[in-house]
């Protein structure tokens, strides 16, 4: 078993969550320091009470249905910062080093999280609180240290460091089986209402004039678009830098293009300027500056 968790006795939200951030029952679990068995009764008993499942089996892997995808993404901000007052009266922690980031929901289970053990290895002594919204960053009235933001990255108050490149493609289910353009005509489109221009900018880069980038299902963020792909209910507009594991294990695929770069509109990790930077802070941006040019 793995170390004596920080939260308090094993209940449906904490099983489910854990499930849904490691995407298996067996490693959850294991964080837990619970059976398997345990997990897998608390998980069903939370489906039972919400009255909808929450994951699927897809090629013998656990999956996020749209439901989970999006309950997790509230989820995740609510343990962590309760992981975090929890350590600091157990551990006598308080004025601990601790670095807050806002990111969108998407970027932060697609992209950050499962990258943040690595620079736990190399900063024990820093708690980094992830935080979701997809608002504009406003260090005035937040109290947050940094975040990542949708932009051109020339924000005023703010210095920046882009970490992806955004690129956008459709993606589907391999079920589907797209093999042209002309397909999209009769195919259900997945649109984020946090992105609701990507289909249009795509359809016209691509020349497909025979479809109506706003018809489909919208969905609040890209990450339950995605996880809706996934299962085969449309096409899905997708940001190539966010789905690199579907497309490797091939629950999406990418058979169309072209690919379409967007340039300077992209993902960048922000902080303020006029203050003096923490530790943590730098400590973080270098790391993120070593992912972006490793």
Known sequence: MARRDLLPPLNPARAFEATGRLLSISKAADELCVTPAAVSRQVRALESYLGTPLFVRVRGRLELTPAGARYLSDLIPFFATLREATLAVTSGSVGRNTLRIRSPATFAVRWLIPRLAGFHQLHKSIDVQVMTSFAPLDFQREDIDAGIQLGD????????????????????SPAIRLTNRRQLAT??????????????????????????????MKYETSLLAYQAAIEGHGVAIAQKALIGKELADRTLVAP???????????YYFAWPTGKPESSALRAFRDWLATLVTG
Not at 153 to 172: F, K, S, Y
Not at 197 to 216: I, T
């Open 153 to 172: 990255g020339r924000w005023p108050g703010m210095r920046t460091l882009q970490l992806v490149r955004n690129e956008l493609v459709p993606v589907a």
């Open 187 to 216: 195919q259900t489109l997945l649109h984020s209402m946090a992105r609701p221009d990507d289909w249009m900018l795509w359809l016209r880069a691509a020349g497909v004039r025979n479809v109506s980038a706003a018809r489909g």
């Open 256 to 266: 169309l293009g072209p690919t379409l770069d967007l340039g300077d509109y992209t």
